[in-house]
């Protein structure tokens, strides 16, 4: 940590500085790379039923990943999100299925305790983790396994269904071939671009991935912006657990095991830095695009699921690789 | 040694909580599950908890594993019950190598085993010089079932895909295999399989993706109903009405699919009996009874709209 970095905590809002570009551009770059190769390599990857497809298989993991930004920003990891999602739709499953209330009553009731059950995880995430110092890791490796053991208590580990006709139409619903849900997602990444860029609160949230002591010294409650990040994270699991159930017309407690290593990735890949402070929630739309093409590109040109694995993970450390060589450029 | 086995008695006493003292004129089973995060065991465990008090004649313990790949805990829980002496295990092995000596010792300690759900292996088997009966459904046969089901309704030659289970699972491979002897012999034209690992939202993605590279595909067929449902939800996204789905076990959230025709079929292999079926064998040897032999086969069924 510099003394320019210090003094850069609260420095101006750069998303169109020429590094931010840069790294954006490349990443970017790496997804109209792998968009024309599938394009090249099989008929329907540009057909607009496969946009649909691909669109709507990111929406669940942008969302996490979205969240996710947050806390990496902030130098943590949140590996509960998957179970949280789970969690929140067992909760919100129960309550979107209990009887003697109308439809509309109903369908608000779910997300409310969707998106309160995910909430609640997060901000037990930050609080624990904040308060004494914790490493987020053990934390929320904990979470993991309380709210995956929540969600099969309160489930008696059965599938809950039948959900509201409307609230399922939801889910599948098109505009101009672009899924609802993934609108949704993407009005998220709006709003955490404005907020990360455009709020104080956002560029503290940089600022304690770059120099924790420094916001600290500065006189800022870095305890509860901490804890924001991870209840924002913990709402996007809620969110999330919301679409999941909208596009399955299911509430299983055994969904989204190893989700939160695909949100991580999605960040990651997208350029944020595992070491926090230095990263941006457009880099994780892109970072998301990456892997669902991947997964969708790969099956359509007939690769075995175990070579898409592979690959999957060779992109992971490719993204890692070049990181390194972005923070060594950024520093200089 | 002793010294251990004891320790780890202990400790399951403790775990259980059934430490109160045992009825002496009982006879005593030691269940051992599979993942009770799993919804088809947690209703085998339902099941068995329902029989032991329907029954009254006997003393049920039951353990369970914390996921799918727990071996540890399925030993040690044989262990614990050789040195308990309980008089029966009934055990649905979490691997069917891994689980032939706990078995092989349990037997040389006196107890009388029942083997459900997914058989050992028999090499390993025959290996160790055990031998044991299996009971248990015919995961193979049921899929042929569910795939002839769909091959009838669509003709010879028809295009469909497979949607695995967990690879090197042992019924995820059986299930294939039985979709593969119906496309053997109805000569259908196998267009992909791949794995959704049992879950609803990835058979989602992946379907979705097959029927962009295959818009021709006229059948499904699932290794269970989790991922039918994946599919079903991922036909109606696409708005086909033309694609017919299979599935297998039977759970409760595909009745109204199967009932409005979004599925053509399920298999039911009745897995809330299994466990309290197996039970009831165990103890007719404990009563004196014939050993087991070979396979004996649970009752499956195929589930239609009809």
């Known amino acids: 940590m510099s003394a320019h970095e210090t003094q850069d905590v609260l420095a101006k809002p750069s998303p169109f500085s020429f590094k931010s570009i840069v790294n954006n551009a490349g990443i970017g770059l790496a997804l109209l790379v792998l968009i024309l190769f599938f394009s090249v390599t099989t008929e329907f990857f540009l057909s607009p039923n496969n946009i649909t497809n691909i669109l709507t298989q990111i929406t669940i993991n942008l969302i996490l990943a979205v969240g996710m930004t947050f806390v990496i920003l902030i130098g943590g990891i949140d590996l509960s999100v998957g179970s949280v999602m789970a969690f929140a739709a067992v909760i919100a499953g129960k309550a979107i299925t209990l009887s003697g209330l109308g439809t509309a009553e109903l369908i608000l009731l779910a997300i409310a305790a969707g998106l309160f059950a995910g909430l609640i995880c997060g901000v037990l995430n930050g609080v624990l983790s904040a308060y004494w110092a914790l490493p987020s890791f053990i934390i929320t490796l904990g979470m993991l396994n309380i709210a995956r053991g929540a969600a099969l208590q309160v489930s008696g580990a059965q599938t809950i269904y039948s959900f509201p006709y409307a609230f399922e139409e939801f889910g599948s619903m098109l505009i101009f071939g672009v899924p609802v849900v993934f609108l949704l997602a993407l009005f998220l990444v709006l709003i955490a671009w404005f907020v990360l860029n455009r709020t104080v609160f956002g560029r503290l949230i940089y600022g304690i991935g770059n120099n924790e002591e420094a916001v600290r010294l500065a006189g800022h409650p870095v305890f509860w912006y901490k804890v924001a990040a991870f209840t924002i994270c913990g709402a996007t699991a809620g969110i999330a657990a919301i679409v999941y159930m909208a596009r399955l017309s299911i509430s299983s407690p055994i969904a989204g095991i190893g989700f939160e290593l695909n949100a991580i990735a999605a960040v990651i890949i997208g350029g944020t830095s595992l070491a926090g402070g230095r990263g941006s929630v457009i880099g994780t739309l892109l970072g998301a695009f990456i892997i669902g093409v991947l997964a969708n590109g790969l099956i359509l040109i007939g690769l075995s699921d175990f070579m898409r694995q592979m690959i999957t993970g060779v992109v992971i450390i490719i993204a890692v690789i070049l990181d390194h060589y972005r923070a060594k450029l950024s520093s200089r | ?306």
């Open chain 2, 1 to 306: 040694m002793k010294l251990m086995n004891f320790a780890a008695a202990a400790v399951t006493g403790i775990l259980l909580s059934t430490t109160a003292v045992m009825a002496q004129d009982k006879p005593v089973v030691g269940l051992v599950m599979k993942s009770l995060a799993n919804e088809f065991f947690q209703n085998m465990m339902v099941g068995a908890e329902e029989h032991v008090k329907a029954r009254g004649d006997y003393e049920l313990i039951a353990v369970g594993m914390q996921n799918e790949t727990d071996f540890e805990a399925q030993i040690n829980a044989v262990d614990n019950f050789i040195t308990r002496g309980v008089d029966a295990i009934v055990i649905a092995p979490a691997d069917s190598r891994a689980m032939v000596r706990p078995v092989k010792r349990a037997i040389a300690a006196g107890i009388k085993v029942v083997n459900f759900d997914v058989a050992l292996d028999a090499d390993a088997k025959a290996q160790q010089g055990l031998e044991l009966a299996f009971v248990g459904p015919d995961n193979r046969g049921g899929a042929k079932m569910a795939g002839d089901a769909l091959a009838q309704a669509l003709g010879e030659g028809a295009k469909v895909v497979i949607i695995e289970g967990n690879p090197g699972a042992d019924n995820a491979t059986e299930r294939r295999l039985g979709f593969e002897d119906t496309v053997a012999e109805y000569k259908l034209d196998l267009l992909d399989s791949r794995t959704a690992h049992w879950e609803t939202e990835e058979a989602n993605q992946v379907f979705s993706t097959m029927l962009t590279a295959h818009p021709d595909i006229q059948g499904v067929m699932a290794a269970n109903d989790s991922m039918a449902v994946g599919v079903v939800k991922a036909l109606e996204s696409a708005g086909r009405t033309d694609i017919l789905v299979v599935g297998f076990d039977n759970i409760p959230a595909v009745g109204p699919m199967i009932a409005d025709g979004r599925m053509l079929a399920t298999v039911d292999q009745f897995g809330t009996r299994m466990a309290a079926d197996s039970i009831d064998l165990a103890l007719g040897i404990v009563a004196g009874g014939p050993d087991l032999e070979g396979w004996v086969k649970t009752e499956i069924q195929l589930v239609t709209a009809k």
